[in-house]
Every structure is written in C-alpha cells, then in structure tokens.
Nanobody, 124 residues
Framework: QAQLVESGGGLVQAGGSLRLSCAAS????????MGWFRQAPGKEREFVSG????????YFADSVKGRFTTSTDNAKNTVYLQMSSLKPEDTAVYYC?????????????????WGQGTQVTVSS
C-alpha cells in the first residue's frame, strides 16, 4: 500500500502563489501516477492535474492551464503542485491521489490512494 501526506495549503490573496507537496511512501513503482484533485463546498471533487511518477507526462484541467504546474522529485518521493495567479474560484480542499497506470487519469473513481487534503483559500 502507498501512503500520501500533503502539505502547503493556506490563505493567499488573489494573484498570489502557493506550492503544495505530496510525500509518498510504501509501494511506489515506476508506473505510479499522481493526480491532484480539489473539492469546493457543495461541489464534486474535480481533477486539477496529473503527472507520471517519472515526471515525463503532465496533464491539467482547462481551468488551471497556464497557471499551475506539477513536478516530481523521485529522490524525495514527493510530487508538487505549483499554483500561480490564484483566483478566488481556486478556493477548495486540495487532495493528492495515486494509482498504478495513467489511464483515465481525470476520473476520481480510479484512484486507490488519497492524501488527507489541504485547504487552499484565495481571498479577493
């Protein structure tokens, strides 16, 4: 089993930046895939970004393209979500999630491992 622990959320003004981290431990293999999701109050959990464990392929939701980037540090078993030009509508609890294989990467139902979530609040 893999375990995921997130950090880095907080309160930021619109236009600001935050970096989220997701430290992974346990059964991590080269075909592991990491996704970032978010859930705002009263809304369903939605896909934000995804990255292969080797970091060679990345995917983003249209709503964050050009503002968010994601990267991996395999030496630290950590994945990052760098968020810039933040907007109030980015306010949500952000989750990292993991699974084996990259198919259906935007489907919340196929992820088997989840972090505890971290709150990101963007003030206007």
């Amino acid at each position: 089993q893999a375990q995921l622990v997130e950090s880095g959320g907080g309160l930021v003004q619109a236009g600001g930046s935050l970096r989220l981290s997701c430290a992974a431990s346990g059964l991590i293999f080269n075909n592991y895939f990491m996704g970032w999701f978010r859930q705002a109050p009263g809304k369903e959990r939605e896909f934000v970004s995804g990255i292969t464990w080797r970091g060679d392929l990345t995917y983003f939701a249209d709503s964050v393209k050009g503002r968010f980037t994601t990267s991996t540090d395999n030496a630290k078993n950590t994945v990052y979500l760098q968020m810039s030009s933040l907007k109030p509508e980015d306010t949500a609890v952000y989750y990292c999630a993991g699974k084996y294989g990259s198919s259906r990467y935007s489907d919340v139902k196929v992820y088997t491992h989840w972090g505890q979530g971290t709150q990101v609040t963007v003030s206007s």
